[in-house]
């Protein structure tokens, strides 16, 4: 080194710690799988958690807080902290608030939405037909008639059949995750949909002549046309939010 010149020092890098915070919340986290607990098992008490964790008592508690928010915990006000439901509220809850939040987004979600839902629904077609019952394509069909019945005149009940509807197609396959999956997204475009404006009495007669042809193919065992009525189904949707799009 030439004398004069500036000495360089190279600052030693080291590994950054992760906030308490998380590190309370992966240990919880750890209890859970370590133990192998199971939705609603009891957790430790706070002051066990506290002495487990080595962590204060409002660390614990913020811990918890935040594996509520994302239902990996359920506080029981007088009974106890316990392993909760594990279901994907969270991501409902970030998908619908995106689809509200942002004019450029919320086209977007709602097409996304109905892609995801569909390609569900036909790329189990030839499981869901060999899968449903008997009694469960009548109670399909019974929701068919229960849409057709609210109406124009009752909108809750006429979403909240066509809900159910889709959410019996997969619940016979025994997909806890799938299931979870097309409620949620169902959930979010129920939320989103009247926002956008593509929710209208005058398609109710197209949609529930969609979901007679879909009871039908089910009960004939048929998943060619099983998947042409899902197509079916869904293309009318797509093209309301490409109109309403375009009106934005």
Not at 49 to 70: D, F, K, N, Q, W
Not at 173 to 185: I, P, T, V, Y
């Amino acid at each position: 080194m030439e004398q004069g010149a500036a000495r360089v020092v190279t600052p030693e890098l080291k590994p950054v710690r992760q906030p308490l915070r998380q590190e309370v919340v992966d240990g919880i986290k750890a209890y859970i799988l370590r133990n192998k607990l199971r939705p609603g098992d009891p957790l430790p008490t706070e002051p066990k958690l506290c002495e487990a964790l080595g962590a204060s008592r409002s660390s614990v508690r913020e811990a918890i807080r935040i594996l509520t928010a994302l239902d990996i915990v359920e506080v029981r006000h007088g009974h106890g902290t316990y392993v909760g439901r594990l279901s994907l509220s969270a991501l409902v809850e970030s998908l619908t608030f995106r689809g509200l939040l942002s004019p450029d987004d919320d086209f977007q979600v709602m097409s996304d939405l109905i892609e995801v839902r569909e390609l569900f629904e036909r790329g189990m077609a030839e499981r869901i037909v060999t899968t449903l019952t008997g009694d469960q394509v009548d109670y399909l069909q019974g929701l068919v008639d229960t849409m057709r019945g609210a109406g124009a005149g009752d909108g809750h009940g006429f979403v909240d059949a066509d809900r159910a509807f889709h959410t019996l197609l997969v619940a016979p396959l025994g997909n806890d995750l799938m299931g979870q999956l097309s409620a949620a997204f169902w959930d979010v475009y129920v939320v989103v949909a009247p926002h956008l404006d593509v929710f209208t009495h005058e398609h109710e007669a197209a949609t529930i002549a969609n979901h007679d042809r879909i009871v039908d193919a089910v009960r004939t065992r048929d998943a060619a046309e099983f998947a042409a009525a899902l197509s079916e189904h869904y293309a009318p949707v797509r093209r309301r939010i490409a109109e309403a799009r375009a009106r934005r």
